[in-house]
């Protein structure tokens, strides 16, 4: 079977590898659509970051590695012990390896366990024809929710897990900074919460006016005082909670001092650099830098129940690209700002 095997900085193979089958507690799945995420491009572009050399202490697994983890698909087998799942179940996967043992896992919050590992840098991902996965890792897709959109809710989940920390619900005011793929997602998670006082903070035209197409209301950063503006729309108030997912620093800057007293700045950005930190924002209003990382199953399953229920809308901003394509169809095209979110055929 064909397969994106990262072996390093700049080095990313199409390649002809084993297809995989299942063993004992896995599920074997036919990918329809792989996500390309930020982390796949920092790899590529700037890595090994999360992919090693060594073998991981879960999956056993080192470079070279298939990359991939938001992917959906169909099951074609499963191993031993797997009961519940069935061969034709369209699933999405959750590709989250975790001990189990660790205080993080017992508590369930084993999106932080202690020797967390992920499918496609860990152990062999989704950009390939087939891949096998733990049972843990697989939600079933319910009818109506295409494969194509499926491919969606690992990036949607990673948006709600962050919607939640910001402790927000009906009635509350939200700023958002960054409007790619995760801006968007958070985006329609706090629709899903029952907002409906929500701001995109975003400097790209390009940008705006992809998640203005799903109805989404926007600031122009450039154009505007943002802080001065949500000051006087909230008789300086500040929003219940803003969500940084641009990762610059005036995204950051802007943030804190739009945030309400008692109030989080979710971080869900990967910073490419250090940032520097405003102490001063946050003691004078005992506001809070709130990080968070991934899902549990508990997103994934509100995300999924969304998608079942007409939420989300993928129109406009989500394109296919092929496997052979991946490099300078998908990795190129992302870094330079030209598309928005792109999925890959392994089929094509």
């Not at 074997?28 to 792989?34: E, G, I, P």
């Not at 982390?39 to 991939?68: C, K, N, R, W």
């Not at 610059?248 to 940032?275: F, M, N, W």
Request: aromatic content about 6%.
């Amino acid at each position: 079977m064909r397969a994106a095997v990262y072996y390093g900085n700049h080095r990313l193979e199409i390649e002809d590898v084993p297809e995989p089958s299942p063993g004992d507690g896995q599920v074997k799945v036919r990918v329809s659509r792989n996500g390309i995420c930020g982390t796949d491009l920092h790899e590529y572009y700037d890595g090994p970051i999360f992919a090693s050399p060594d073998p991981h202490p879960l999956t056993g697994q080192a470079m070279p590695v298939v990359l991939g983890h938001e992917f959906s698909g169909v099951v074609t087998a499963v191993g031993s012990g797997v009961t519940d799942v069935s061969e034709g179940d369209h699933v999405v996967i959750e590709p989250v390896y975790r001990c189990g043992e660790c205080r993080p896992c017992k508590s369930g919050h084993y999106n932080l366990c202690n020797v967390v590992g992920f499918h496609g840098l860990m152990a062999d991902g989704g950009m390939a024809e087939y891949t096998v996965v733990p049972r843990n890792q697989v939600h079933k897709l319910p009818h109506g929710v295409t494969l194509e959109l499926g491919a969606l809710v690992e990036p949607m989940s990673v948006a709600y897990h962050a919607a939640r920390l910001g402790e927000v619900g009906e009635g509350s005011s939200a700023l958002i900074f960054g409007a790619g793929p995760i801006g968007i997602g958070l985006w329609f998670a706090l629709l899903g919460m029952g907002l409906t006082e929500i701001d995109v903070v975003e400097p790209s035209e390009t940008r705006r006016k992809s998640i203005e197409a799903l109805g989404a209301r926007t600031l122009d950063p450039n154009a505007q005082d943002v802080p001065a503006l949500i000051a006087d729309r909230t008789n300086g108030n500040g929003v219940d909670a803003a969500f940084d997912a641009a990762g610059v620093t005036p995204a950051v800057e802007s943030a804190l001092q739009c945030v309400g007293e008692h109030r989080p700045l979710i971080s869900v950005a990967i910073y490419d650099k250090p940032l520097p930190t405003p102490l001063i924002n946050l003691v004078l209003r005992e506001r809070r830098i709130q990080g968070t990382i991934c899902y549990t199953s508990e997103d994934y399953r509100a995300v999924i129940d969304l998608m079942a229920r007409g939420h989300y809308n993928a129109t406009g901003w989500v394109d296919t690209v092929p496997l052979s394509g991946v490099i300078e169809q998908g990795f190129e095209e992302l870094r330079a700002g030209r598309k928005m979110k792109l999925l890959v055929d392994p089929a094509a």
